[in-house]
């Protein structure tokens, strides 16, 4: 009888992430060719996603959590809570938001958290989610959020922009701020009469300003700005694919790109002639070619992690935030005239009444 995936997968989840391959062997009962099967259909459950390895070797399954991991307090909700995100996180979906628990023996270490700090904790699901017993406090990291100064009885209050955080805090003594400022602050570790203080690091401008409603919009919706140094440096390392056996040379055909002529990448191109063979009179072959991104972003790459959390490019009024580095999304998969570019391209032939008759995909190289 062969081990099935489904059989390891129960098994890895019912580990909890504590199991090691020679735990599975013990828990399966597998001797001999069994445990020989086992390697490879481990490694299969890998490569697809579906499992992790740990640095222990120890295995779980993708989009759980461990026992005890790092993580990164990521905002305060209503009630005044922190709410962390996983520090890594190999899992396909977005990570779960972990609410901190306060516990007695550790309130000094809470009293010190603020949002960006890195704190190690003991993981357990409940039944409203996820919840985070803290261990240590672990190096500081200060992270930026967007606000707006609000005035209000008590006087001036940086409020969040952000989703989920409603919580005002207080500006730091000293701090030159106006009513509807739009800043970027960092809270600090301490409080005043229960109220955290937030140190402006920066005046971006007027909440009202003809730029606020594009930044706000941005750090409301998480989308990332910028890229990684790892990002960056996959995309500069770059180059043009060369014809082989996946790739046809298809510079011959004279495909003509239909973006819009102010556009600053071009994304389509196509090409059309009548069918000369007998069989098809009055049809036509048309080509339509589209950049092959596949070509540059391959899978579990650090570019093909950060395109996955961005999802798309975001086109605003005054702005473009990219889901690629412009060396990519500007450049070579940009089908600009008289370049060799990358492509994925479909040859589609049409009889004399226009109904598509057969199509055939491929990998090519083109030039526009």
Not at 240 to 264: Q, Y
């Amino acid at each position: 009888m062969n081990i099935e995936r489904d059989q390891i997968l129960d098994a890895v989840r019912e580990g909890k992430g504590r199991l090691t391959k020679r735990d599975l062997v013990r828990t399966l009962g597998l001797s001999g060719d069994k445990r020989r099967e086992l390697r490879y259909v481990l490694k299969s459950l890998l490569d697809d996603g579906l499992i992790i390895r740990d640095d222990r070797k120890q295995f779980r399954v993708a989009d759980s959590l461990p026992n005890v991991m790092v993580l990164s307090v990521d905002h305060v909700d209503d009630q005044g809570d922190l709410i962390a995100m996983p520090l890594k996180w190999d899992g396909h979906d977005k990570p779960p938001p972990i609410r901190i628990v306060e516990r007695k023996k550790h309130k000094k270490i809470m009293a010190q958290l603020g949002v960006g700090d890195k704190v190690l904790c003991r993981i357990n699901k409940t039944q409203n989610g996820y919840r985070g017993d803290v261990i240590k406090k672990l190096a500081r990291a200060g992270r930026q959020e967007l606000g707006i100064i609000v005035k209000g009885g008590r006087g001036l209050r940086i409020r969040s922009v952000k989703k989920g955080s409603r919580q005002d805090f207080i500006p730091q003594k000293g701090t030159e701020v106006s009513d509807q400022d739009l800043v970027m602050f960092e809270l600090s570790q301490t409080r005043h009469k229960g109220e955290r203080i937030a140190r402006v690091c920066e005046i971006i401008g007027k909440a009202d300003g003809p730029h606020a409603a594009s930044i706000i919009s941005l750090y409301e919706a998480n989308i990332p700005i910028g890229f990684s140094e790892d990002e960056l440096a996959e995309a500069r390392a770059l180059t043009l694919p060369s014809i082989d056996k996946t790739r046809e040379d298809l510079r011959d055909l004279p495909l003509v790109t239909i973006d819009p002529e102010d556009a600053k990448d071009f994304d389509d191109a196509i090409f059309a002639r009548p069918d000369d063979t007998a069989k098809n009179e009055g049809g036509y072959i048309v080509w339509v070619a589209i950049a092959d991104v596949s070509a540059y972003v391959l899978p579990g790459s650090a570019l093909d992690k950060g395109a996955y959390k961005r999802g798309n490019s975001v086109y605003l009024p005054d702005r473009v935030v990219p889901m690629l580095p412009e060396e990519i999304s500007a450049d070579l998969c940009s089908l600009r005239p008289h370049e060799d570019r990358a492509c994925l391209a479909v040859r589609m032939v049409f009889d004399a009444h226009g109904d598509k008759i057969a199509h055939t995909f491929k990998r090519g190289l083109m030039r526009s």
